[in-house]
């Protein structure tokens, strides 16, 4: 059982939903991030999911999109951000998840990325644009290791593919809420519950929600089925938004605590 | 249909490249095109319909003309250009989205959403939306919009939506990004009409498929003209749909050596280039596993060309392949050259090629004089150059400036 277990275990006891707020590594530059993820943490994140920046990012929103490319403007890159995991690992107990495209960790090599993840302390990791068909190396080399794979479903899944990720997944189960890009979004798609529903009934793993989740209301309201919820460009929003890097740590606590205390 | 060597496997490999590598809300509409594609390009009514537009509106098939001048000159190899540059639309764009068109009509898709470099295959898209009533957005790099001016235009025209990309380089590997972003959207009621031999399973495939008729005629054409196969053909490589459309029906063929032609920009020591083949290493970019620009973060990194059409940081899967197994080469043309083969072809022959071609013309002036009278060449005129002339004009009064 690692850390991500772990958590989900704590959060079934206590009857809660589990947080899970994104921020893109580097932006605006590493040192703060070090002090948002901590700030995140102690405000009530369960899970913190950390962008690794990437040049096309064709799952995302131009929100993720422009933190993305001011990341990589200031210099981030995965082996970067690996070090910041290092560094956050000394400091808090948090599960840590990098979500970021195939190209930079298949750049590192699955061997070099994995040894020096779970070196960091990196429990799991999020790669869009990679299926379990064409991941495979990378998804196993992790589960002997004892890092998470956690695979994608969508509203456009198939029903027998989507037992087939359920049971491959490891973690949890990300379903994403709508045929879209990572993007703040007004209502919550219509048939998320059956969906998420759907995922649940065929296997342990805890499905979570992302895309488009942006208020505490939307989370509170996916958080009455689903297993926790993924809150990404709201975060990053407001950390674009902040006029200092103390003023982001505040913000984003206060919209981290504001977000958990619906899931409670 | 070719032989099964030459095919992808069940996942889209063409050996270690290829595959899948797409957001889980396009796993269903990528097997969905898998399945409908085989089945309807099998349909009696789909091939005649689609051999009927390619003989009546696109003007197939195109001649195989010998450049008489052209061959004097070089003093070498005879040489032949399949022309491509004169079906509808002004290059070989066309073959691929009526293909794709009909399919996304057949799969009762209402709307059709493309890429566009250079705008040949915006046009060709917005041309076949046109032509069978479909709705069509094209997006395009805000860079290629201002270099292309005229085919925004063009395809305003027949009625489709260009939106212009301003994210990233701004160029043609963005304006994928963001039609990619539109197809995880509009998934359900939209087709992706890729431009290229690349992406996703099955669109290497689908794309070569359509582009092969190139290949086909002008084998069936030099077998008529000189009783046997040429000895070389050489093509421009962007993503290269038009240079496996050629070399494909040829790759059984042993004796035909298969010449691609990347963009070497500034030259293939600087980082302003699009010569994929020649120095990129391999990654995961758009859908596929290929061969790619990208820096040792794994981050892509932009190319350089002067032709707006050949600006990739990528290439097609099966290229990638092809030269790996050493039945193709590629070999990088300057932009230098490239113009300089723009007005050689212009003047000896009469015919002004799509600067993306001009690249495969630079390559034969090197590659004709070292080859036998008994030799054949055949390039693959893949574009006429109308849409370059006013940058082209431009370079050429900067440069004249420059010297006085």
């Known amino acids: 059982m690692n850390r991500i277990d772990e958590r989900f275990a704590e959060l079934r006891g206590r009857g809660e939903r589990a947080l899970m707020p994104f921020l893109t590594a580097g932006d605006p530059d590493l040192a703060v991030s070090e002090v948002l993820v901590l700030a995140m943490a102690e405000a009530g994140a369960d899970v913190i999911e950390i962008g690794v920046p990437f040049s096309d990012p064709i799952a995302d929103g131009p929100t993720i999109q422009g933190s993305s490319e001011r990341a990589l403007a200031a210099g981030a890159s995965l082996r970067r951000v690996l070090e910041l995991v290092k560094r956050l690992r000394d400091q808090t107990p948090v599960p840590l998840l990098l979500m970021g495209y195939a190209n930079p960790f298949y750049a590192m090599g699955v061997d070099g990325f994995l040894d020096t993840a779970a070196e960091a302390g990196v429990d799991g990791f999020i790669v869009p644009d990679l299926p379990p ?25 198939t029903p027998a593919r989507l037992a087939r990720l359920v049971k491959q997944s490891r ?72 006029e200092s890097a103390a003023a982001a740590a505040d913000s984003v606590a206060r919209f981290v605590a504001e977000l958990k205390a619906g899931l409670r | ?65 010998l450049a008489r001048r052209m061959t004097e000159d070089l003093g070498g190899a005879k040489i032949y250009l399949k022309r491509e540059d004169l079906v509808h639309t002004g290059a070989h764009k066309i073959n691929n989205v009526l293909g794709q068109a009909l399919l996304a ?46 085919n925004v235009f063009k395809m305003e025209l027949h009625g489709a939506k260009v939106t212009p990309v301003t994210c990233g380089a701004r160029t043609l590997k963005d304006a994928i990004n963001e039609a990619m972003r539109d197809w995880v959207t509009n998934v359900r009621t939209t087709y992706y009409c890729i431009g290229s031999v690349m992406g996703p399973h099955p669109y290497p495939t689908l794309v070569r498929d359509l582009q092969r008729v190139i290949g086909v005629e002008t084998r069936a054409q030099i077998l ?129 090629p799509a600067l993306e071609t001009a690249h495969a013309v630079a390559q034969v002036r090197k590659l004709a004089p070292t080859l036998g009278k008994d030799a054949i060449v055949v390039i693959n005129l893949s574009g006429r150059g109308d849409k370059d002339a006013p940058q082209v004009r431009e370079i050429l009064a900067g440069e004249r400036d420059a010297a006085h």
């Not at chain 2, 915006?122 to 790099?141: I, N, P, Q, S």
């Open chain 2, 105 to 150: 009509r057949s799969m009762g898709k209402p709307r059709v959403i493309a890429e566009t470099g250079a705008g040949q295959h915006g046009v060709a898209t917005a041309t076949a939306c046109a032509l069978l009533g479909l709705e069509c957005e094209v997006y395009m790099g805000e860079e290629d919009v201002a270099r292309q001016a005229l």
């Open chain 2, 1 to 65: 249909m070719s032989a099964g060597r030459w095919q992808a496997d069940a996942q889209g490999r063409f050996g270690r490249y290829g595959g899948r590598y797409v957001p889980e809300t396009l796993v269903a509409a990528l097997d969905e095109l898998a399945e409908a594609y085989p089945r309807v390009s099998a349909t009696p009514e789909f091939r005649e319909e689609l051999e009927g537009l390619l003989a009546s509106y696109a003007g197939r098939p195109t001649p195989l003309y």
């Open chain 2, 224 to 352: 008529e003209l000189e009783g046997r196969l040429p000895d070389v053909l050489v093509a421009c490589v962007g993503g290269g749909s038009n240079a496996i459309g050629m070399f494909h029906p040829f790759l059984e063929d042993e004796g035909v050596r298969l010449v691609g032609v990347e963009p070497g920009g500034e030259g293939v020591r600087t980082r302003r280039h699009g010569a994929v083949l020649s120095a990129g290493e391999e990654g995961i970019f758009h859908g596929q596993r290929t061969l790619v620009l990208s820096d040792e973060d794994g981050q892509i990194l932009p190319a350089h060309s002067v032709s707006a059409g050949l600006d990739y940081p990528g290439v097609g899967p099966e290229h990638a392949h092809l030269r790996d197994v050493g039945r193709a080469e590629y070999l990088p043309v300057t932009d230098a050259e490239c113009l300089d083969a723009f007005q050689y072809l212009s003047r000896i022959e009469g015919i002004i």
């Open chain 1, 133 to 157: 068909e064409e991941g495979a190396d990378l998804y196993e080399a992790a589960a002997r290791r004892g890092i998470d794979g956690v695979l994608m479903a969508a509203p456009t899944t």
């Open chain 1, 171 to 242: 973690g949890f189960l990300y379903y994403v809420s709508l045929t879209g890009v990572t993007a703040a979004r007004e209502t919550v798609a219509a048939g998320l519950e059956e969906g998420v529903r759907a995922a649940q009934k065929l296997g342990d793993v805890p499905v979570c929600v992302g895309f488009g989740v942006s208020t505490p209301e939307q989370a509170a309201e996916i958080g009455r089925y689903a297993d926790g919820v993924v809150v990404g460009s709201a975060v990053v929003d407001r950390i674009q938004r902040a």
